[in-house]
């Protein structure tokens, strides 16, 4: 009976991956269950399924062998109350959903085969070796600090039992020193691997809130990812627009601003991050640009381009920038960066016209492995 439980269970999970691989493109662009997320899991709404299971009714719905009727009066099949047969018949489908929860990390794995993202390159030089550890059984002899409190009354138990001394009507339960069990564990050697995500937005007048829902949609698709692939990931969040400056993440997604934009000064303040808090032996770093694609002058962006070639590149795992369609944006720099560095290995460009394309967006990004 327990086995068939846990097919069950595994059949069910098994058809929940599917329907979220299946309807994985409408998920990626839509957000609203970006605010379901807890540290670990996100509730995402499937067509509703269900593992058949006996349910418990209430003693006042009725049903065979209750209510009003006499004996021996015969039940036909499909019998239902009578009504009055008035009302308008209705034409759409009834909610069918059902929230479940996914890990991020099943949530990356689904991704990552649906898009056919290859696993990423880490350097070689960047693992750092950690202790973990790793609880392995029980045992009889332990500190304190590790007993296992319920099979040890489990174990005092069996005992009380199997001498005569249990009283069910007195269930006092008393364990000796025999009957105490401990957690026993073992020191595990783990590599972790560090990663930090600088992300950098244009919030100039140009970038207006849709730019921004789908700069947060997408960035939640690019941290789900990273996580997956690095234990030990950090964020920074950095905007602009004719000056930069740091921010938290709820101010990176919420501000808006006006005036000129200068790309230049969010590539210096990005330069003055990773100089300063992660260097490339111990760092994978991933700067992520989202714009409009509108700079304040050609000398600007030829400025941009020589901190890219000089100071950022080489000590980067991947450049990625991501043009946000907007009306009143040029959609330059994503040309001269193309006719530029565009060629180069660990530089990944991106033009996203509306929510429909952070699909392939997400793969320009992470198609690569780096």
Not at 315 to 344: C, M, T, W
Request: aromatic share 8%.
């Amino acid at each position: 009976m327990s086995l068939k439980i846990h097919q069950d269970h595994s059949r069910f999970k098994a058809i929940v991956r599917g329907k979220i691989k299946a309807n994985l493109r409408k998920y990626v662009q839509k957000g609203e269950m970006l605010g379901k997320k807890g540290k670990d899991a996100i509730s995402i709404p499937i067509p509703f399924i269900d593992i058949p299971r006996f349910k418990y009714g209430h003693k006042e719905q009725g049903g065979v062998g209750q209510g009003d009727g006499e004996v021996g009066q015969t039940l036909g099949p499909g019998q239902v109350q009578p009504g009055d047969g008035h009302g308008q018949a209705g034409q759409g489908e009834g909610e069918h959903a059902l929230e479940v929860d996914v890990t991020l990390d099943e949530l990356a794995q689904i991704l990552g085969e649906e898009l056919q993202l290859p696993n990423i390159e880490r350097r070689h030089n960047e693992k750092i070796v950690t202790q973990k550890i790793k609880y392995t059984g029980i045992n009889t002899t332990g500190p304190e600090s590790l007993r296992h409190f319920k099979r040890t009354f489990k174990q005092a138990l069996k005992r009380q039992i199997a001498t005569g001394t249990y009283d069910p009507a007195k269930p006092v339960i008393i364990p000796t020193r025999e009957d105490r069990r401990y957690r026993s564990y073992k020191l595990q050697d783990l590599p972790e691997t560090n990663a930090v995500i600088i992300y950098m937005m244009d919030v100039s007048g140009s970038m207006g809130d849709e730019q921004k829902e789908i700069v947060r949609i997408e960035s939640f698709w690019l941290d789900t990812w990273l996580r997956h692939q690095y234990k030990g990931l950090e964020s920074r969040y950095v905007i602009h627009d004719a000056v930069a400056r740091e921010v938290d993440r709820e101010t990176f997604f919420h501000t808006r601003e006006s005036g000129g934009t200068m790309i230049s000064s969010a590539y210096k303040l990005c330069r003055e991050i990773i100089q300063a808090d992660y260097p490339k032996s111990a760092w994978n770093i991933y700067p992520f640009h989202f714009s409009d694609g509108d700079n304040w002058s050609a000398d600007d962006t030829r400025q941009c381009i020589d901190m890219l070639r000089n100071d950022i590149l080489p000590h980067v795992n991947q450049f990625a920038y991501g043009q946000v369609e907007s009306p009143y944006g040029s959609g330059q720099f994503i040309k001269d960066l193309r006719e530029a560095v565009g060629d180069q290995n660990n530089v990944a460009l991106s033009e996203i016209a509306d929510k429909d394309a952070i699909y392939n967006s997400i793969k320009d990004f992470l198609g690569k492995g780096r």
